[in-house]
């Protein structure tokens, strides 16, 4: 057992070894004032005696510790590792890093689904981006982007990708002319991989002397990852001999992206995968162009979702006109009858009655709203008089599922959100602001795009929840895409 912090307060288990890699070993670890984190420690030492290496390792230490450093101040980014703790002891030449221990990684995942789905990769993509746009902004290259280095965490049933192992991260300087070739060759740009000799691509990404141009580098690498999410595989043999003549290929033909997806995510991955550094998208282009595939997440500024009938002397939140019901003697009910009232708008109200009693109106869009409902008493939807099942799971609260939507977003993409949408949300959220304001930033629901079901369903749930309607019954998904769609 070894312990490190202000107040030795990280206890490391040097017996336990969660994982090796080529620039340190990561350790079982666990807080004393909070044993109930999962946590672990990664261990980096020098061992070389030859002395111009050892300043090398000691030099390439002192840069992880930097970069960790710039890890740790970013800790509210939810797509960076979370990182406790760093310390270089020089005396002993380690440097300790204390940071979360992750559920799994990328490569582990990869694994079991092999081929990722459109708002599946669009996600991914959407939360690496997040996270790396920290690195970014502090001038900081990662050179070694793959799928084992971006963790996995799991934290109240939500799923965020964590970018993490900065080991040979460099920060770079305007007036850097070249950096060491770095990085495992695979995914490794051309300009930075070992495997490649070509004095022309050196000279081309050292004049890219404008500030952060460098991080193209990185943006080929994730764009050799992508690849693997959206195909199940990769461009090439991972052989030494595959990767030359791929990158060879590369450099006389474009890229072109075999696959029946999204052109525009194929378009993207394409101008991330070409040889040449300064002819690659940049972070900043991808960064903004990945704002729009991820539209279905985010808002835009326009109105969304008008009602088919408003009163026109409502300044704010219209509300639909409902047909009354017709007016029905209680007296006239006998306990535990359930009476069907038709209403021509195909919108149903459900009143509970006592003793058991209902009034149930026919719905044949399926959607209803139910008050004054006792406990165990539900909702019969299109069924023929005498044959309906009581179950009160067929409904949905329109305010709470989108709530619940809107507090996830806020959770992982706050980062990138602006103010102005995270004022409306968060006003929203706390009652001081209606859904229209809501429904002004989406306005942005694509039929031919692929949804994953938690945002058809919020999509869903705005629509009617725009129409007055505080219940809806729970579809399907197909059949919320066709509600949406009409």
Not at 137 to 152: A, G, Q, T, Y
């Amino acid at each position: 057992m070894h312990t490190v912090g202000e107040n030795n307060e990280y206890v490391i288990n040097t017996n336990s070894v969660v994982g090796k890699g080529n620039y340190g070993i990561v350790y079982g670890c666990y807080c004393k004032n909070n044993s109930q984190v999962q946590l672990c420690a990664k261990i980096t030492q020098i061992y070389s005696d030859n002395n111009s290496n050892k300043e090398q390792q000691e030099k390439n230490i002192r840069r992880e510790k930097q970069i960790t450093e710039i890890v740790q101040r970013n800790k509210d980014n939810q797509n960076l590792v979370q990182v406790q703790y760093v310390k270089y002891d020089k005396d002993t030449s380690k440097l300790i890093v204390i940071m979360e221990k992750c559920a799994s990684n990328l490569d582990k995942e990869w694994k079991e689904i092999n081929v990722y789905q459109e708002a599946m990769v669009i996600d991914f993509l959407s939360q690496f981006l997040n996270g790396y746009k920290a690195l970014y902004e502090s001038n900081v290259i990662h050179r070694d982007i793959k799928p084992e280095n971006i963790l996995i965490q799991n934290i109240d049933g939500q799923k965020f990708y964590r970018l993490a192992d900065f080991g040979i991260g460099r920060i770079c300087k305007i007036n850097d002319f070249k950096l060491t070739k770095a990085g495992t060759p695979f995914y490794a740009s051309p300009e930075l991989n070992s495997l490649i000799q070509d004095s022309e691509l050196d000279n081309k990404f050292g004049l890219m002397k404008q500030d952060k141009q460098k991080s193209v580098s990185d943006v080929y690498s994730l764009g050799i990852l992508l690849h693997q999410l959206v195909m199940g595989g990769y461009p090439c043999e991972t052989t030494p001999t595959g990767i030359r003549q791929f990158m060879n290929k590369i450099k006389v033909d474009k890229f072109k992206l075999n696959a029946r997806i999204n052109p525009k995510l194929a378009d993207l991955i394409e101008r991330m995968i070409v040889y040449n550094p300064q002819e690659r998208m940049t972070f900043d282009t991808l960064y903004e162009e990945c704002n729009r595939f991820t539209m279905m997440r985010l808002p835009v500024a326009r109105p969304v979702f008008k009602p088919i009938m408003t009163n026109p002397n409502s300044a704010i939140n219209p509300q639909p006109f409902l047909p009354k019901p017709p007016q029905i003697n209680s007296q006239q009910i006998l306990p535990n009858q359930i009476l069907f009232v038709n209403q021509p708008s195909g919108q149903g109200i459900i009143t509970i009655q006592p003793s058991s009693q209902g009034i149930i109106t026919n719905q044949p869009s399926g959607l209803g709203i139910i008050t004054n409902q006792p406990s165990g008493q539900g909702l019969i939807t299109n069924q023929p008089p005498g044959q309906g099942i009581i179950t009160p799971q067929l409904l949905l609260n329109t305010k709470e599922e989108i709530c619940n939507y809107l507090k996830k977003i806020l959770k992982i993409h706050k980062n990138t959100l602006s103010p102005q949408s995270i004022k409306c949300f968060e006003d929203f959220i706390l009652e001081r602001t209606p859904l229209s304001e809501i429904g002004n930033l989406y306005n942005n629901f694509d039929k031919t795009l692929t949804y994953t079901p938690e945002e058809m369903q919020f999509y869903y749930c705005l629509k009617y929840g725009m129409l007055g309607q505080q219940q809806i019954t729970r579809k399907q998904y197909e059949d919320q895409k066709r509600d949406l769609s009409n």
